[in-house]
């Protein structure tokens, strides 16, 4: 006779209302055998004498830093988007369209130090990160339709620096990630007269089991349709701001209370800097957009770590994943319990 369905033994799909996916969750593979590929632990890069990044240095284009304190933004010298750029002709068939891709990329360090990371920075340091994503929000969305803050972290993400630091690419599109989910949201509030976030966080707290942490403004989550193994969703609990710059003066201190131990415990979860890719998503920007205008919008931040098993054995998101769907080892409510027992103090500051 077959046994009853349990998520934690038993393979499954789940879906995604975000963006319309499914995703296979199929946790009996957390038992096989790994003798793959491990990457080099980064926990101990050196710092670079030259880094470009750093308070005072000299960058790539000849300009030099100025001494900053705090945060620090600059045009990116090697931008993806430009500004003034020649447009492509109009589509001469429909499989062959081109539109117009104008933008601009920035560079932001978040202290001046080098060898510090997010975990490691006081609250107070990381309001400083907030508020300047603010003011980058406020000022580069008046004039760009989506405007894309994002940290690599870790050299196996593709960070080419140590030194904290996010990137910001500002575009005149809406890109695949936010037109989906702009869809999605629209499309669930015209059917529930709701915010599908709004409702999904009001399920979340009552169910509990995927919450890693939670403080007076914030929770940290993750999904229920995860699919990097530790992925997690930071989510305001009031208010329902649609973007970065609706944030309260509570919800920016609560924010960065809860990066800080978001991120103490991901470093705490392998005992290495965790890498991964983080960013916001918000209601579109633009000069056909006021604030208040997209109630169908939660903002959220999302951290996409890509470690599974240790310091040195990543997810990796290859043939299946590639040609058919995502999948995931560990269930995400495993994944939740696990962060939820990591320490609130970073390995580096325990006093033996
Ligand atoms: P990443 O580590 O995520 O690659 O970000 C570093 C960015 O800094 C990268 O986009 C930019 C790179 O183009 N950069 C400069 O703009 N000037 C420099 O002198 C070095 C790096």
Redo the contacts with the bound molecule.
């Keep these: 006779m077959m046994s009853v369905f349990k998520p934690t033994e038993h393979q499954h799909v789940r879906y995604n209302p975000l963006k319309d996916e499914w995703i296979l969750v199929s946790p009996h593979r957390c038992l096989r055998p790994w003798s793959g590929q491990v990457e080099d632990a980064v926990e101990d890069q050196p710092p670079d004498p030259n880094n ?2 750093k308070a005072g ?5 000849g300009q030099r830093n100025p001494i900053y304190l705090s945060t620090y933004v ?6 993806a988007l430009l500004e003034r750029v020649p447009e492509p002709p109009a589509p001469e068939h429909p499989l062959f369209r081109a539109g117009p891709a104008k933008g601009t ?1 920035r ?1 932001m360090c978040f202290h001046p130090n080098s060898s510090m990371t997010i975990p490691l920075m006081s609250v107070q340091e990381i309001v400083a990160v907030v508020e300047e994503w603010i003011n980058q929000m406020k000022e580069l969305g008046r004039r760009y339709t989506w405007v894309q803050i ?3 972290k870790g050299a196996v ?5 140590p030194h904290p ?3 910001i690419w500002a575009s005149s599109f809406l890109p695949n990630e936010a037109r989906v989910k702009d869809r999605c949201q629209k499309e669930y509030f015209a059917e529930h007269g709701k915010p599908l976030l709004v409702d999904y966080l009001e399920q979340e707290l009552e169910r509990k089991e995927r919450i890693v942490i939670k403080n007076f403004e914030w929770v940290a989550l993750v999904p229920y349709w995860a699919i990097w193994p530790f992925e997690t969703m930071l989510l305001p609990i009031r208010g329902k701001p649609q973007r970065l710059t609706d944030l309260n003066e509570q919800q920016k201190e609560g924010l960065a209370d809860i990066m800080k131990k978001i991120t103490t415990k991901y470093d705490n979860l392998f005992k290495c800097s965790f890498p991964y890719s983080m960013g916001w998503h918000g209601a579109p920007t633009g000069s056909n957009h006021t604030p208040g205008d997209s109630p169908h919008w939660l903002l959220h931040g999302l951290y996409l770590p890509p470690l599974l098993r240790s310091a040195s054995v990543k997810k990796f998101m290859v043939g299946y994943e590639m040609l058919a769907q995502s999948q995931r080892d560990l269930t995400p409510e495993q994944a939740a319990e696990k962060l939820r027992d990591c320490d609130l103090v970073h390995y580096k500051n325990v006093v033996l």
């Design positions: 470009p990044l240095a000299l960058r790539a284009n600059f045009p990116n010298d090697f931008p990329c560079v994002f940290e690599n993400m593709g960070c080419s620096n630091h996010c990137q």
